[in-house]
């Protein structure tokens, strides 16, 4: 009996060590996969039966534009299910759609849907089944704006931890929305530079985005904030809203070979981000508006005049230089209009629609796909 007991114990011993003791903190690291918490449904809160593994295959590419609406039905209009049959024949793979919450101020601690501006979930639920229907991949990209038009990437709440706890509820219920949906990417935050050094509070966000959601998830970082972030170990792709500049302001007339050029330099930043992170990129955003100086300072309108070529010219060179990266899952163009106003400025604005830059669209989308 004293031997049988004995034999037990070091039974026992040797299944502890490889339970308790067989760990190694190097695994969690940005170079190897880490797992995930345990999964829970949106709708009911109960718990999975498996982990995570991080980082998830996402299946590409996905291609297509980022489908903006500002009013509570402005995915639901018949005009949004025309959209999606004429962006498949450009030959689109995926849409993003971009539902916005808001703070009422820059320094503002709490961000709330706004009855007039923010699309219902019954509004998203329409636009999902087109695109569904219609075979296309859905990403779920949530936005925080300001109010005041104030740029998301400089907001200042007065107090960051309250602001944290306001921005888990609001990714919760889009976490749990996507599961329910059965999205097939999900965009933890988008250009909140303000915000994103702040490691750890973005570590709890994504925790609660794969308590409830179980596919792959990105952050879409800025194009000059994507090396601040610091918690790309935790998710599944690089998000980049690459408004990279490609030529000077009040330089010489842009060439397509520039562009070209000046896209394969961010291109070689952009591969070595992937292999520092081990992580596949994402072009989350991506666009000119159709006037002149567009290629300078692409992440704005200005006052300029109207100029077409230009964006249709830096759409080709996008394409042109980065096709074939296999590092790269998809590019999302901003933008395509659901529910413009008519005091927006489309001939100027970022939208490719009924313009030359839509052509190339199509091209780069058909051709990127092989």
Do not use: C
Not at 54 to 83: C, F, K, M, R, W
Not at 210 to 223: D, E, H
Not at 233 to 239: F, H, M, V
């Amino acid at each position: 009996m004293i031997a049988v007991l004995a034999v037990l114990v070091a039974l026992a011993g040797v299944v502890l060590s490889l339970t308790v003791f067989n760990t190694d903190e190097s695994e969690n690291g940005p170079n190897s996969g880490t797992t995930g918490p345990t999964a829970t449904t949106g709708e009911t809160g109960s718990t999975l039966d498996y982990v995570q593994v991080v980082p998830q295959p996402i299946e590409g590419p996905l291609l297509g534009v980022n489908l903006t609406a500002y009013t509570a039905d402005g995915y639901a209009q018949p005009s949004v299910h025309q959209a999606i049959q004429q962006l498949v024949g450009l030959g689109t793979t995926a849409i993003t759609l971009v539902p916005t919450w808001y703070m009422r101020s820059p320094q503002a601690n709490r961000i709330q849907p706004d009855a007039s501006k923010t699309p219902t979930d019954e509004s998203l639920s329409k636009v999902i089944g087109w695109a569904k229907a219609a075979g296309l991949s859905v990403i779920l990209k949530p936005h925080v704006d300001v109010l005041d038009d104030s740029y998301r990437g400089e907001i200042q709440p007065s107090d960051r931890q309250v602001w944290f706890r306001s921005y888990d509820r609001f990714i919760d219920h889009f976490a749990s929305y996507a599961a329910s949906k059965q999205i097939d990417l999900f965009v933890a935050g988008t250009e909140l530079k303000t915000m994103s050094g702040d490691t750890e509070p973005w570590r709890t966000v994504i925790q609660t985005i794969r308590s409830r959601y179980t596919g792959p998830v990105t952050y879409a970082a800025n194009w000059d904030e994507v090396d601040q972030v610091q918690f790309w170990d935790d998710l599944d792709a690089i998000g980049v809203d690459a408004y990279y500049p490609l030529s000077e302001e009040g330089g010489p007339t842009p060439t397509a070979a520039g562009l070209v050029s000046a896209w394969k330099s961010v291109a070689d930043q952009l591969r070595a981000k992937s292999e520092q992170w081990q992580r596949p990129v994402l072009i989350t955003e991506v666009g000119y508006p159709s006037q002149v100086g567009a290629t300078a300072k692409p992440y704005e309108v200005t006052d300029q005049p109207p100029d077409q070529a230009i964006q249709a010219m830096a759409y080709r060179a996008t394409f042109d230089a980065l096709s074939g990266s296999d590092w790269l899952k998809g590019i999302s163009w901003w933008s395509w209009r659901a529910d413009p106003s008519p005091e927006e400025k489309l001939d100027v604005d970022y939208s490719p629609e009924g313009k030359r830059a839509q052509g190339e669209l199509a091209r780069g989308q058909w051709l990127f796909q092989g």
